[in-house]
């Protein structure tokens, strides 16, 4: 099996085709759990041609022994066995993975959630809402995609309505769910409720998903700062250091300076210097982060 892995992954074409094919024909689930848990130790980019590698070999006498690798959940692979069993999606497949939404597992309701994002099926709703606030991170996010893309417009309302709670977990579970869901129109309702939250940190850490920070300063500087500001706090604590990448960080700083600064931005960048002297001074903040990163 190692060795099969080894081939899917390496660059001889002959040989990580026949792996491919082996694992998708013979639908080996034991082979496919043993490459979900290499993720960790493979580059982005690797795990992203065995994704497209897998793709190629799928056809239409194949495409359901997909249905056996649901039971492995894997954000790396999720995006590939989704679109190849939607190309082939037909009634029986739609009701399969309602089912599955239903009664499955985790990785089954996950998996899923991610195929009504594609499939326009209004019987899944009701399920999809059930599940938009599970404490499994990749299920719930699904579950909001999914929402957004059948155009449930009142689980939306229902989430800008938890922002005003009381309970901290409950606004930022409320901030999540916005954050998935996709809308932009909820950046200024959630940077309302970062301004007056102890987990203003965690909360920063959402928006860019939503929209830039390039944006977001173009639209409102002081806000903006603000979002920056409450992110270099978290990193490291709250925040993995991967998000200065995501979040091009570096370059919203050259931006700040290259504008000659305020006083307010002047201060997020005094900010933002303390904390990565911190950070590279202290093995332990980069320990844990991946490769990449």
Same mark, same amino acid.
């Given at each position: 099996?190692?060795?099969?892995?080894?081939?899917?992954?390496?660059?001889?074409?002959?040989?990580?085709?026949?792996?491919?094919?082996?694992?998708?024909?013979?639908?080996?689930?034991?082979?496919?759990?043993?490459?979900?848990?290499?993720?960790?130790?493979?580059?982005?980019?690797?795990?992203?041609?065995?994704?497209?590698?897998?793709?190629?070999?799928?056809?239409?006498?194949?495409?359901?022994?997909?249905?056996?690798?649901?039971?492995?959940?894997?954000?790396?692979?999720?995006?590939?066995? @989704?679109?190849?069993?939607?190309?082939? %999606?037909? +009634?029986?497949?739609?009701?399969?993975?309602?089912?599955?939404?239903?009664?499955?597992?985790?990785?089954?309701?996950?998996?899923?959630?991610?195929?009504?994002?594609?499939?326009?099926?209004?019987?899944?709703?009701?399920?999809?809402?059930?599940?938009?606030?599970? +404490?499994? /991170?990749?299920?719930?996010?699904?579950?909001?995609?999914?929402? %957004?893309?059948? /155009?449930?417009?009142?689980?939306?309302?229902?989430?800008?309505?938890?922002?005003?709670?009381?309970?901290?977990?409950?606004?930022?579970?409320? #901030?999540?769910?916005?954050?998935?869901?996709?809308?932009?129109?909820?950046?200024?309702? @959630?940077? +309302?409720?970062?301004?007056?939250?102890?987990?203003?940190?965690?909360?920063?850490?959402?928006?860019?998903?939503?929209?830039?920070?390039?944006?977001?300063?173009?639209?409102?500087?002081?806000?903006?700062?603000? #979002?920056?500001?409450?992110?270099?706090?978290?990193?490291?604590?709250?925040?993995?250091?991967? #998000?200065?990448?995501?979040?091009?960080?570096? /370059?919203?700083?050259?931006?700040?300076?290259?504008?000659? %600064?305020?006083?307010?931005? %002047?201060? #997020?960048?005094?900010?933002?210097?303390?904390?990565?002297?911190?950070?590279? /001074?202290?093995?332990?903040?980069?320990?844990? +982060?991946?490769?990449?990163?």
């Amino acid at each position: 099996m190692d060795d099969l892995i080894k081939k899917l992954t390496g660059k001889n074409k002959d040989d990580y085709e026949h792996a491919a094919r082996h694992l998708i024909d013979c639908a080996d689930v034991e082979m496919f759990k043993a490459l979900v848990e290499k993720d960790a130790f493979l580059f982005d980019f690797i795990r992203q041609n065995v994704a497209n590698r897998l793709r190629d070999v799928v056809n239409d006498s194949n495409y359901k022994n997909l249905l056996n690798f649901l039971c492995v959940y894997s954000p790396s692979y999720e995006e590939f066995i @989704i679109t190849a069993l939607v190309n082939y %999606a037909d +009634e029986a497949i739609t009701d399969d993975m309602l089912e599955r939404l239903k009664k499955g597992t985790l990785a089954e309701k996950t998996y899923s959630a991610k195929y009504f994002s594609f499939v326009n099926d209004p019987l899944a709703i009701p399920l999809l809402r059930q599940n938009a606030y599970c +404490e499994h /991170e990749n299920l719930s996010a699904n579950c909001a995609q999914a929402l %957004a893309a059948l /155009e449930d417009e009142e689980c939306y309302h229902d989430a800008l309505q938890k922002l005003q709670s009381d309970d901290e977990f409950e606004k930022l579970e409320a #901030v999540k769910f916005l954050t998935a869901y996709g809308s932009k129109d909820a950046i200024p309702a @959630i940077i +309302e409720t970062m301004k007056n939250s102890s987990m203003a940190e965690n909360i920063a850490g959402e928006i860019p998903y939503l929209d830039n920070l390039f944006n977001l300063l173009e639209a409102d500087t002081q806000d903006a700062l603000l #979002v920056i500001n409450n992110i270099i706090n978290g990193l490291g604590e709250i925040l993995g250091l991967s #998000v200065v990448l995501d979040f091009e960080l570096y /370059e919203v700083f050259q931006l700040l300076i290259e504008k000659k %600064a305020s006083s307010k931005a %002047a201060l #997020v960048l005094l900010n933002a210097q303390e904390k990565f002297e911190t950070l590279t /001074e202290n093995d332990e903040y980069l320990f844990d +982060e991946d490769k990449n990163t």
